[in-house]
């Protein structure tokens, strides 16, 4: 939520802070605004809406300087105004920052501040921040650190001073801040990819710490003010990621980069051999494993629904009791966590701050704590005993795709290593890990779909304001993220239901042309899938199927099939779910729809 840039350097800081914030554009997009510090004042431009109108005022309000900030907002306190844009700076006007986060106890500041005589200029929460730093007086980290204490809530923070015209300072407590060093220049930013392009020299900053940043050092300080030695990292993501690279929409570009992700999240799971899976130096220790007998998956949104999909794999292959819960709902329901519970918290981002209080919580109470996550350096990542890294590389597009099909690739890796670990692997196992290596394949075949059938399926999708999406069994968790995909970037309501739960209620809703999109793949409840699909046809709704293409049982029935290869059953949810983005995707362009920046939804909730 918010995309947050800070620059000092020697170059221009207005386009540098602008490309970055193009580039981060995917956290928030309800207003914009930049913060440029030079001969002995601080200026800012800010504008409502999408970041092009900040864009086009910095055109025509050129701002010179070479140290600066900027942001793109989703909004909390206050509306997407431009008085309630970031930056926002004091009443003197000594300095200005860019928030990205909540404070609980804004009401508390806010009364006291305008009690203390302060004129605010806006609602947001940010404000307050920048008023409670300009009232501090001393030497630079001081100011910062005196109101640290004030500030209750989540929020990572990047300020620039009047009187201090080449540095940044950064501050957080929950969401991410990352800062890039440069040649002569640090970039200070919410993601790697606002700062990939520039260099992959990266300092993940930790809660509780300031960074003082100039461009040619950073000072680390922790909360009593004690400095903090840390070396940097080298990120191995390649700036080209983050481009379009000739694809209309990031997501459309991310959907085709499903098989070389999935193929790069196998191979760096597999032993030399490439014959089984190994979870060496992933910090899984043999002797707490050896304890484990039961799974907690915690996670939001699609990283719920690939959860879904652990639990059947997990329980199946290992025999583990498996639990999976909303993180939203896990952190505030007493969980029975035990020494022998591995929590796993599923994320893309590693940021989504529900997930990581759940993760925090299973800490505390001695559980062995995973994720399985697709950044490096994120805050699960960091938090975690062990990962399991995705290797989708960096997901720009809102609607998860490739983060989504990799999350299942780790499910099933994280089973067959837990398997082999409890002595179970057999040659049951030696399937597995051949078909995960021939999927790739699989997907490529699915993504080569005639482009017919889904002109098709998308007529018949995008005419219709309502939807049922059915599965069964593993591929229950499949419905609901069509549904999910379809309801984000469309803005069509979709339910997605167990086929098998229709007769209890959805069954109402069914009358003529009303849509059914149905996982009906090879599986050992297929015959009964088809059962509730009859009674689907009977109401005089349409059936679109999902199915192997040479499924005669479904052709009858369905009034269109997207055709999938034939693949192992525990596999299907990964090949079943690609044709489903494509529909998603191709209904929200028919309807003429912002794919990559749907509304009101951001790509990392970084907030509660
Ligand atoms: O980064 P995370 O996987 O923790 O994010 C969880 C959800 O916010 C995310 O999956 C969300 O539901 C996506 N927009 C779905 O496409």
């Not at 469309?490 to 086929?499: F, M, R």
């Amino acid at each position: 939520m918010c995309g947050i840039i800070g620059y000092v350097g020697v170059d221009e800081v207005v386009p540098v802070v602008l490309d970055g914030l193009r580039r981060l554009e995917y956290r928030g997009y309800d207003s914009a605004g930049i913060a440029v510090v030079g001969a002995g004042e601080i200026r800012i431009l800010r504008a409502a809406g999408k970041l092009r109108n900040l864009e086009q005022r910095a055109y025509h309000e050129p701002l010179h300087g070479t140290t600066g900030i900027g942001h793109t907002r989703w909004a909390t306190h206050g509306a997407p105004t431009e008085a309630n844009a970031h930056p926002q700076r004091d009443v003197s006007g000594a300095v200005a920052v860019v928030h990205n986060g909540i404070l609980e106890n804004y009401s508390d500041l806010r009364a006291e501040l305008i009690e203390a005589g302060v004129d605010l200029t806006s609602d947001t929460d940010t404000e307050l921040i920048a008023q409670l730093i300009g009232r501090e007086k001393g030497p630079l980290p001081e100011r910062v650190r005196a109101i640290l204490p004030r500030l209750h809530g989540q929020y990572a923070v990047v300020a620039v001073f009047k009187d201090e015209p080449d540095v940044v300072v950064a501050f957080r407590q929950g969401p991410p801040l990352v800062i890039g060093i440069g040649e002569d220049e640090a970039i200070v930013a919410s993601d790697v990819v606002a700062l990939l392009h520039r260099t992959r020299e990266v300092l993940f900053l930790d809660d509780n710490e300031i960074a003082v940043v100039r461009r040619d050092g950073i000072e680390l300080l922790d909360s009593a003010g004690d400095h903090v030695e840390r070396s940097t990292e080298t990120l191995d993501w390649d700036a080209g990621r983050v481009e379009k690279g000739g694809y209309r929409h990031f997501m459309l570009k991310e959907i085709f980069e499903q098989p070389d992700a999935i193929r790069n999240t196998v191979v760096s799971h597999l032993d030399a051999a490439r014959s089984g899976v190994i979870l060496d130096g992933l910090g899984f220790d043999p002797e707490k494993m050896d304890k484990i007998r039961r799974v907690h998956l915690v996670a939001c949104g699609t990283s719920w629904h690939a959860s879904l999909v652990g639990k059947f794999l997990i329980e199946k292959l290992c025999g583990l009791p498996t639990d999976v819960d909303y993180a939203s709902e896990y952190r505030y329901r007493s969980p029975l966590l035990r020494d022998d519970t591995l929590v796993i918290g599923v994320t893309q981002s590693g940021e989504t701050a529900d997930t990581l209080a759940a993760m925090s919580l299973a800490k505390s109470q001695g559980s062995l704590l995973g994720t399985v996550c697709n950044v490096r350096g994120s805050s699960a990542w960091r938090e975690a005993d062990a990962t399991i890294l995705t290797q989708a590389g960096p997901e720009i597009g809102v609607a998860s795709t490739k983060a989504f099909t990799t999350q299942l690739v780790a499910m099933l890796l994280l089973a067959l290593a837990l398997r082999k670990h409890g002595g179970g692997a057999d040659e049951l196992d030696t399937e597995l890990v051949h078909q995960l290596q021939t999927l790739p394949v699989a997907i490529e075949k699915t993504l080569s779909m005639e482009r017919a059938t889904f002109r098709r399926a998308t007529e018949m999708l995008s005419g219709a304001p309502n939807s049922l999406f059915l599965g069964r069994g593993i591929l229950y968790p499949i419905a609901l993220e069509g549904a999910l995909k379809l309801k984000e970037i469309s803005y069509l309501h979709a339910e997605g239901y167990p086929a098998g739960e229709m007769k209890h209620g959805p069954i109402a809703l069914l009358q003529d042309g009303f849509p059914v999109v149905s996982l009906a793949l090879n599986t050992a409840t297929r015959e009964k899938l088809l059962g509730n699909l009859m009674e689907v046809r009977a109401r005089g709704a349409s059936v679109i199927a999902v199915a192997e293409a040479d499924s005669k049982a479904v052709d009858e029935i369905a009034d269109l099939v997207l055709p999938v290869p034939h693949v192992h059953p525990l596999l299907q949810p990964i090949v079943a779910v690609v044709p489903l983005q494509l529909l998603a995707y191709n209904v929200a362009v028919e309807l003429g729809l912002d794919v990559d920046q749907p509304r009101n939804l951001a790509k990392s909730v970084t907030v509660e």
